[in-house]
């Protein structure tokens, strides 16, 4: 069984920053890719960030190209978020996943999901 949990919401201001980690548990994941999804309220589920986990290969969607930076630590099986320059339209519910597949920025790819941490930034 794998166990994701994820740490590192909260309430910030807009223009400041917050680390999100993902936490693995139950299983390696060194053959897998770990991802960043967030969610807004009334709106899809969507791709933040990704990185594979071997090659160290990363991947973002356009909205936080150089603001945000995803990472991992091999040995504590830990992925992290760190999320600079917040803005208001951040604002969502941020879920850790993890996938065996290539298609990094897919959802339906993912088979691994953690319960989310919420990110809330005021203006």
């Known amino acids: 069984q794998v166990q994701l949990v994820e740490s590192g919401g909260g309430l910030v201001q807009a223009g400041g920053s917050l680390r999100l980690s993902c936490a693995a548990s139950g299983r390696t994941f060194s053959s897998y890719a770990m991802g960043w999804f967030r969610q807004a309220p009334g709106k899809e589920r969507e791709f933040v960030a990704a990185i594979a986990w071997m090659s160290g290969n990363t991947y973002y969607v356009d909205s936080v190209k150089g603001r945000f930076t995803i990472s991992r630590d091999n040995a504590k099986n830990t992925v992290y978020l760190q999320m600079n320059s917040l803005k208001r339209e951040d604002t969502a519910v941020y879920y850790c996943?993890?996938?065996?597949?290539?298609?990094?920025?897919?959802?339906?790819?993912?088979?691994?999901w953690g319960q989310g941490t919420q990110v809330t930034v005021s203006s």
């Open positions: 996943a993890g996938t065996s597949r290539q298609q990094y920025t897919a959802t339906w790819a993912y088979a691994y």
